[in-house]
Protein backbone atom coordinates (compact mmCIF):
# COMPACT_ATOMS: atom_id res chain seq x y z
CA UNK A 1 0.00 0.00 0.00
CA UNK A 2 1.16 3.51 -0.80
CA UNK A 3 2.19 5.76 2.13
CA UNK A 4 0.72 8.82 2.80
CA UNK A 5 2.75 11.81 4.25
CA UNK A 6 1.84 15.02 5.57
CA UNK A 7 4.85 17.94 5.52
CA UNK A 8 4.32 20.57 7.78
CA UNK A 9 6.21 23.77 6.74
CA UNK A 10 6.14 26.91 8.54
CA UNK A 11 6.70 29.28 5.76
CA UNK A 12 6.84 29.32 1.68
CA UNK A 13 7.66 26.66 -0.35
CA UNK A 14 9.04 28.38 -3.59
CA UNK A 15 12.11 29.44 -2.36
CA UNK A 16 12.94 26.17 0.17
CA UNK A 17 15.24 24.08 -1.70
CA UNK A 18 15.66 21.12 0.96
CA UNK A 19 12.01 21.04 1.11
CA UNK A 20 11.62 20.69 -2.25
CA UNK A 21 14.24 18.01 -2.81
CA UNK A 22 12.82 16.44 0.33
CA UNK A 23 9.20 16.32 -1.34
CA UNK A 24 10.39 15.21 -4.40
CA UNK A 25 12.36 12.62 -3.07
CA UNK A 26 9.02 10.99 -0.83
CA UNK A 27 6.58 11.57 -4.01
CA UNK A 28 8.18 8.61 -5.79
CA UNK A 29 7.19 6.30 -3.14
CA UNK A 30 4.59 8.36 -1.55
CA UNK A 31 1.72 10.64 -1.46
CA UNK A 32 2.68 13.92 -0.39
CA UNK A 33 0.38 16.52 1.44
CA UNK A 34 2.35 19.85 1.75
CA UNK A 35 0.54 22.42 4.19
CA UNK A 36 2.28 25.43 4.27
CA UNK A 37 1.94 29.52 4.41
CA UNK A 38 2.68 32.17 2.10
CA UNK A 39 2.32 30.58 -1.65
CA UNK A 40 2.46 32.06 -4.35
CA UNK A 41 0.65 31.56 -7.51
CA UNK A 42 3.39 29.87 -9.17
CA UNK A 43 3.94 27.10 -6.52
CA UNK A 44 1.57 24.23 -8.36
CA UNK A 45 4.77 23.86 -10.80
CA UNK A 46 7.10 22.90 -8.09
CA UNK A 47 6.05 19.17 -7.87
CA UNK A 48 4.40 16.15 -10.19
CA UNK A 49 0.93 14.84 -9.63
CA UNK A 50 1.70 12.73 -6.45
CA UNK A 51 2.04 15.40 -4.91
CA UNK A 52 -0.94 18.49 -3.52
CA UNK A 53 -0.40 21.57 -2.05
CA UNK A 54 -2.42 23.01 0.59
CA UNK A 55 -1.69 26.87 1.35
CA UNK A 56 -2.82 27.80 4.71
CA UNK A 57 -4.41 31.45 5.46
CA UNK A 58 -2.06 32.95 8.59
CA UNK A 59 -4.29 35.06 10.77
CA UNK A 60 -2.22 38.51 11.69
CA UNK A 61 -3.84 39.70 15.27
CA UNK A 62 -3.14 40.87 18.64
CA UNK A 63 -3.06 37.11 20.22
CA UNK A 64 -0.98 35.87 17.24
CA UNK A 65 1.98 37.96 17.70
CA UNK A 66 1.54 37.26 21.56
CA UNK A 67 2.20 33.83 20.96
CA UNK A 68 4.99 34.67 18.15
CA UNK A 69 7.10 36.40 20.82
CA UNK A 70 6.11 34.03 24.00
CA UNK A 71 4.95 30.51 23.15
CA UNK A 72 5.84 30.62 19.71
CA UNK A 73 6.11 26.89 19.67
CA UNK A 74 1.85 27.03 19.29
CA UNK A 75 1.83 29.70 16.21
CA UNK A 76 1.32 26.85 13.82
CA UNK A 77 -1.28 24.66 15.92
CA UNK A 78 -4.01 26.37 13.12
CA UNK A 79 -2.80 23.24 11.00
CA UNK A 80 -4.24 20.80 13.17
CA UNK A 81 -8.25 21.36 11.65
CA UNK A 82 -6.79 21.68 8.64
CA UNK A 83 -5.23 18.67 8.32
CA UNK A 84 -7.81 16.49 9.95
CA UNK A 85 -10.01 17.36 7.17
CA UNK A 86 -8.73 16.20 4.12
CA UNK A 87 -9.89 12.72 6.08
CA UNK A 88 -6.78 11.18 5.64
CA UNK A 89 -4.86 8.35 7.61
CA UNK A 90 -1.37 9.63 7.18
CA UNK A 91 1.32 7.07 7.73
CA UNK A 92 3.78 10.29 8.45
CA UNK A 93 3.71 13.63 9.56
CA UNK A 94 6.92 15.57 8.38
CA UNK A 95 7.35 18.13 10.94
CA UNK A 96 10.25 20.77 9.74
CA UNK A 97 10.99 22.55 12.50
CA UNK A 98 10.16 23.28 15.92
CA UNK A 99 7.08 25.61 15.02
CA UNK A 100 5.51 22.34 13.06
CA UNK A 101 6.55 19.51 15.82
CA UNK A 102 3.64 20.72 17.99
CA UNK A 103 0.60 20.13 15.74
CA UNK A 104 2.37 17.26 14.04
CA UNK A 105 2.67 15.74 17.43
CA UNK A 106 -1.36 16.42 18.04
CA UNK A 107 -2.47 15.06 14.51
CA UNK A 108 -0.59 11.93 15.65
CA UNK A 109 -1.97 11.41 18.94
CA UNK A 110 -5.72 11.75 16.25
CA UNK A 111 -4.78 9.63 13.39
CA UNK A 112 -2.49 7.38 15.16
CA UNK A 113 0.62 8.64 12.57
CA UNK A 114 4.53 8.77 13.08
CA UNK A 115 6.25 12.05 13.17
CA UNK A 116 9.33 12.61 11.48
CA UNK A 117 11.31 16.05 13.75
CA UNK A 118 13.39 17.55 10.54
CA UNK A 119 15.58 20.36 12.38
CA UNK A 120 17.05 22.17 9.60
CA UNK A 121 18.53 24.81 12.74
CA UNK A 122 18.93 25.12 16.53
CA UNK A 123 15.29 26.75 16.47
CA UNK A 124 15.82 28.23 20.07
CA UNK A 125 18.99 29.33 19.51
CA UNK A 126 17.85 31.27 16.45
CA UNK A 127 15.12 33.37 18.78
CA UNK A 128 17.65 36.49 19.04
CA UNK A 129 17.14 37.08 15.34
CA UNK A 130 13.43 37.89 16.43
CA UNK A 131 14.18 41.06 17.44
CA UNK A 132 16.30 44.23 16.47
CA UNK A 133 19.65 44.13 17.18
CA UNK A 134 19.44 48.07 17.77
CA UNK A 135 17.12 49.53 19.80
CA UNK A 136 16.04 52.32 22.47
CA UNK A 137 17.07 51.53 26.08
CA UNK A 138 13.13 50.63 27.48
CA UNK A 139 12.69 48.59 24.35
CA UNK A 140 16.11 46.64 24.26
CA UNK A 141 15.10 45.41 28.30
CA UNK A 142 11.44 44.59 27.14
CA UNK A 143 13.51 42.58 24.08
CA UNK A 144 15.85 40.87 26.58
CA UNK A 145 13.05 39.76 28.78
CA UNK A 146 11.10 38.52 25.81
CA UNK A 147 13.88 36.62 24.45
CA UNK A 148 14.75 34.95 27.76
CA UNK A 149 10.74 34.14 28.10
CA UNK A 150 11.04 32.60 24.70
CA UNK A 151 14.04 30.58 25.45
CA UNK A 152 12.91 28.84 29.12
CA UNK A 153 9.63 28.24 27.21
CA UNK A 154 11.04 27.06 24.07
CA UNK A 155 13.56 24.98 25.33
CA UNK A 156 11.16 22.91 27.98
CA UNK A 157 8.71 22.36 25.48
CA UNK A 158 11.40 21.26 22.94
CA UNK A 159 12.12 18.32 25.13
CA UNK A 160 9.18 17.63 25.93
CA UNK A 161 7.84 17.02 22.53
CA UNK A 162 11.28 15.54 20.85
CA UNK A 163 10.78 12.53 23.17
CA UNK A 164 7.21 11.88 21.15
CA UNK A 165 8.85 12.06 18.03
CA UNK A 166 9.60 9.07 16.43
CA UNK A 167 12.03 10.35 14.36
CA UNK A 168 14.54 12.74 14.01
CA UNK A 169 16.79 14.09 11.25
CA UNK A 170 18.93 17.40 11.14
CA UNK A 171 21.22 18.72 8.80
CA UNK A 172 24.82 18.86 9.58
CA UNK A 173 27.60 16.74 12.12
CA UNK A 174 27.79 19.86 14.25
CA UNK A 175 24.07 19.98 14.62
CA UNK A 176 23.59 15.99 15.35
CA UNK A 177 26.28 16.53 18.30
CA UNK A 178 24.25 19.39 19.31
CA UNK A 179 20.99 17.81 19.58
CA UNK A 180 22.50 14.37 20.58
CA UNK A 181 24.33 16.42 23.64
CA UNK A 182 21.07 18.11 24.35
CA UNK A 183 18.09 15.33 24.23
CA UNK A 184 20.34 11.92 24.65
CA UNK A 185 18.82 10.07 21.32
CA UNK A 186 21.14 8.37 19.78
CA UNK A 187 19.17 7.83 16.44
CA UNK A 188 19.49 11.38 14.65
CA UNK A 189 19.73 11.00 11.23
CA UNK A 190 21.48 13.75 9.02
CA UNK A 191 20.49 15.03 5.94
CA UNK A 192 22.25 17.82 4.39
CA UNK A 193 21.14 20.27 1.68
CA UNK A 194 23.16 19.52 -0.95
CA UNK A 195 21.94 19.68 -4.80
CA UNK A 196 21.59 16.97 -7.34
CA UNK A 197 24.18 15.56 -9.47
CA UNK A 198 24.64 18.07 -12.26
CA UNK A 199 24.75 17.06 -16.05
CA UNK A 200 23.89 21.01 -17.20
CA UNK A 201 26.43 23.23 -18.63
CA UNK A 202 25.01 26.20 -19.58
CA UNK A 203 26.30 29.16 -17.62
CA UNK A 204 25.01 32.62 -17.42
CA UNK A 205 27.54 35.50 -18.68
CA UNK A 206 27.49 37.63 -16.00
CA UNK A 207 30.20 39.90 -18.46
CA UNK A 208 27.95 40.29 -21.63
CA UNK A 209 24.86 40.98 -19.68
CA UNK A 210 26.38 43.79 -17.83
CA UNK A 211 28.47 45.04 -20.00
CA UNK A 212 31.64 43.80 -18.58
CA UNK A 213 35.03 43.63 -19.97
CA UNK A 214 36.48 39.91 -20.46
CA UNK A 215 39.10 40.18 -17.69
CA UNK A 216 36.48 40.81 -15.23
CA UNK A 217 36.35 38.44 -12.16
CA UNK A 218 32.67 37.50 -10.74
CA UNK A 219 32.21 37.08 -7.14
CA UNK A 220 28.70 35.97 -6.44
CA UNK A 221 26.93 35.32 -3.28
CA UNK A 222 23.29 33.83 -3.42
CA UNK A 223 20.63 33.40 -0.51
CA UNK A 224 18.35 34.97 1.66
CA UNK A 225 20.08 38.84 2.36
CA UNK A 226 19.21 38.49 6.37
CA UNK A 227 21.31 38.45 9.56
CA UNK A 228 24.08 36.13 10.42
CA UNK A 229 25.45 36.10 7.27
CA UNK A 230 28.22 39.31 7.33
CA UNK A 231 26.63 40.76 4.49
CA UNK A 232 27.55 44.40 5.08
CA UNK A 233 31.57 43.37 5.91
CA UNK A 234 31.07 41.91 2.63
CA UNK A 235 29.78 44.76 1.10
CA UNK A 236 32.57 46.77 2.81
CA UNK A 237 35.17 44.03 1.00
CA UNK A 238 34.67 45.45 -2.07
CA UNK A 239 36.55 48.75 -0.88
CA UNK A 240 40.05 46.74 -1.28
CA UNK A 241 39.77 44.53 -4.26
CA UNK A 242 41.22 44.72 -7.28
CA UNK A 243 39.92 47.33 -10.22
CA UNK A 244 38.61 44.23 -12.10
CA UNK A 245 36.63 42.38 -9.31
CA UNK A 246 32.69 42.30 -9.44
CA UNK A 247 30.46 41.01 -6.58
CA UNK A 248 26.63 39.66 -7.93
CA UNK A 249 24.30 40.04 -4.79
CA UNK A 250 21.63 37.00 -5.82
CA UNK A 251 18.62 37.07 -3.74
CA UNK A 252 15.64 38.98 -1.41
CA UNK A 253 15.60 39.55 2.41
CA UNK A 254 15.50 41.62 5.28
CA UNK A 255 19.07 43.27 4.61
CA UNK A 256 18.85 43.88 0.98
CA UNK A 257 18.05 48.02 1.57
CA UNK A 258 20.67 48.33 3.64
CA UNK A 259 23.32 46.52 1.48
CA UNK A 260 21.89 48.60 -1.55
CA UNK A 261 22.65 51.90 0.87
CA UNK A 262 26.02 50.73 2.07
CA UNK A 263 26.69 50.51 -1.50
CA UNK A 264 26.10 53.85 -2.63
CA UNK A 265 27.32 55.31 0.81
CA UNK A 266 31.20 53.61 -0.54
CA UNK A 267 30.12 54.70 -4.09
CA UNK A 268 30.59 51.03 -4.96
CA UNK A 269 27.69 51.03 -7.31
CA UNK A 270 30.15 50.35 -10.25
CA UNK A 271 30.98 47.11 -8.50
CA UNK A 272 28.09 45.57 -6.97
CA UNK A 273 25.37 44.35 -8.67
CA UNK A 274 21.85 43.15 -7.09
CA UNK A 275 19.94 40.39 -8.73
CA UNK A 276 16.70 39.69 -7.58
CA UNK A 277 16.23 36.06 -6.41
CA UNK A 278 15.80 33.77 -9.05
CA UNK A 279 13.86 30.37 -9.33
CA UNK A 280 15.39 27.75 -7.46
CA UNK A 281 15.08 25.59 -10.48
CA UNK A 282 17.32 28.35 -12.40
CA UNK A 283 19.50 28.89 -9.30
CA UNK A 284 22.39 27.21 -10.70
CA UNK A 285 22.53 28.15 -14.15
CA UNK A 286 23.63 31.57 -12.24
CA UNK A 287 26.47 30.13 -9.89
CA UNK A 288 28.06 28.39 -12.48
CA UNK A 289 28.71 32.13 -14.44
CA UNK A 290 30.72 33.01 -11.21
CA UNK A 291 34.56 32.30 -10.68
CA UNK A 292 34.24 32.15 -7.06
CA UNK A 293 31.42 32.09 -4.49
CA UNK A 294 31.17 33.73 -1.02
CA UNK A 295 29.52 31.75 2.33
CA UNK A 296 29.79 33.65 4.87
CA UNK A 297 28.34 32.91 8.62
CA UNK A 298 28.55 35.26 11.97
CA UNK A 299 28.28 33.61 15.03
CA UNK A 300 25.36 35.97 16.24
CA UNK A 301 24.08 32.83 17.72
CA UNK A 302 24.71 29.02 18.19
CA UNK A 303 22.80 27.81 15.27
CA UNK A 304 24.10 30.43 12.82
CA UNK A 305 27.98 28.93 13.99
CA UNK A 306 26.88 25.25 13.75
CA UNK A 307 25.17 25.54 10.25
CA UNK A 308 25.96 23.83 7.12
CA UNK A 309 25.12 26.45 4.29
CA UNK A 310 23.27 24.89 1.37
CA UNK A 311 25.33 27.48 -0.95
CA UNK A 312 28.83 26.01 -0.22
CA UNK A 313 27.13 22.73 -1.74
CA UNK A 314 26.25 24.93 -4.77
CA UNK A 315 29.68 26.58 -5.36
CA UNK A 316 30.57 22.70 -5.33
CA UNK A 317 28.46 21.98 -7.95
CA UNK A 318 28.74 24.60 -10.07
CA UNK A 319 32.72 24.03 -9.68
CA UNK A 320 33.36 27.27 -8.30
CA UNK A 321 35.91 27.62 -5.14
CA UNK A 322 34.22 28.75 -2.00
CA UNK A 323 35.84 31.94 0.07
CA UNK A 324 33.70 30.91 3.66
CA UNK A 325 33.81 32.12 7.03
CA UNK A 326 35.97 29.58 8.95
CA UNK A 327 33.38 28.00 11.81
CA UNK A 328 33.11 24.32 11.77
CA UNK A 329 30.71 23.03 9.05
CA UNK A 330 32.66 25.25 6.57
CA UNK A 331 36.16 23.97 7.74
CA UNK A 332 34.92 20.51 7.42
CA UNK A 333 33.86 20.53 3.66
CA UNK A 334 36.08 22.73 2.60
CA UNK A 335 39.45 21.41 4.20
CA UNK A 336 38.45 17.84 3.17
CA UNK A 337 38.70 18.24 -0.17
CA UNK A 338 40.90 22.01 -0.63
CA UNK A 339 37.41 23.70 -2.33
CA UNK A 340 38.68 27.33 -0.83
CA UNK A 341 39.70 29.62 1.20
CA UNK A 342 38.62 30.09 5.09
CA UNK A 343 38.47 33.32 6.56
CA UNK A 344 37.72 35.90 9.59
CA UNK A 345 34.32 38.08 8.80
CA UNK A 346 36.58 40.81 8.43
CA UNK A 347 35.86 43.38 5.58
CA UNK A 348 40.08 43.84 4.35
CA UNK A 349 40.58 39.74 5.39
CA UNK A 350 37.68 39.30 3.06
CA UNK A 351 39.06 40.92 0.47
CA UNK A 352 43.01 39.77 0.33
CA UNK A 353 40.91 36.26 -0.21
CA UNK A 354 39.13 37.09 -3.35
CA UNK A 355 42.34 39.26 -4.78
CA UNK A 356 44.56 36.11 -3.97
CA UNK A 357 41.88 34.17 -6.13
CA UNK A 358 41.46 36.30 -8.44
CA UNK A 359 45.35 35.25 -9.40
CA UNK A 360 45.31 31.62 -9.01
CA UNK A 361 44.63 28.91 -11.05
CA UNK A 362 41.03 27.67 -10.73
CA UNK A 363 41.73 24.86 -12.49
CA UNK A 364 42.65 22.83 -9.27
CA UNK A 365 39.57 23.90 -7.41
CA UNK A 366 37.45 22.53 -10.27
CA UNK A 367 39.13 19.30 -9.75
CA UNK A 368 38.51 19.59 -6.30
CA UNK A 369 34.66 20.30 -6.41
CA UNK A 370 33.96 17.63 -8.98
CA UNK A 371 35.37 14.84 -6.54
CA UNK A 372 33.69 16.50 -3.54
CA UNK A 373 29.65 16.68 -5.73
CA UNK A 374 30.33 13.03 -5.82
CA UNK A 375 30.44 12.75 -1.77
CA UNK A 376 27.95 15.31 -1.28
CA UNK A 377 24.68 15.42 -3.54
CA UNK A 378 21.32 14.96 -3.17
CA UNK A 379 21.38 11.58 -4.62
CA UNK A 380 23.36 9.99 -1.53
CA UNK A 381 21.01 12.08 0.98
CA UNK A 382 17.59 11.00 -0.10
CA UNK A 383 18.56 7.31 0.44
CA UNK A 384 18.02 8.61 4.32
CA UNK A 385 14.76 9.75 3.70
CA UNK A 386 13.42 6.59 1.79
CA UNK A 387 14.59 4.34 4.38
CA UNK A 388 12.52 6.70 7.40
CA UNK A 389 9.57 6.51 5.47
CA UNK A 390 9.86 2.74 4.53
CA UNK A 391 8.45 0.98 7.64
Request: glycine share 4%; with cysteine.
Amino acid sequence: MVKRVAVLLNGPIASDSRVIREINTMSRVASVDLFYVDGKNTDSSIFGDNVRLFCCERTENLLVKIIRHSCFYNEFMFYVPIVLKQCVAYDYIWANDLPDLKPALKIKKILGSKVIYDSHEIFVGTLNQFFPSKAKWYKSIMHKAALFVMTKLGDCAEKKMVKRADKFVTTSTSFKEYFHNKFHRDDISIVMNCPNVQTAEDSFDFRAEYGLPQGSFITLFQGRLNAGRALIEMIESMKYVKDNVHLFVIGDGSLKNDMQQRTVDLSLQNKIHFIDEVPSSELLKYTRGADVGINLQASINISKHLASANKLFEYTHSGIPTIGSNVPENKLVIEKYDLGVLVDNDPKEIADAINKMSDADLSKYRDNCKKAAKEYNWENQEKVILDLISD
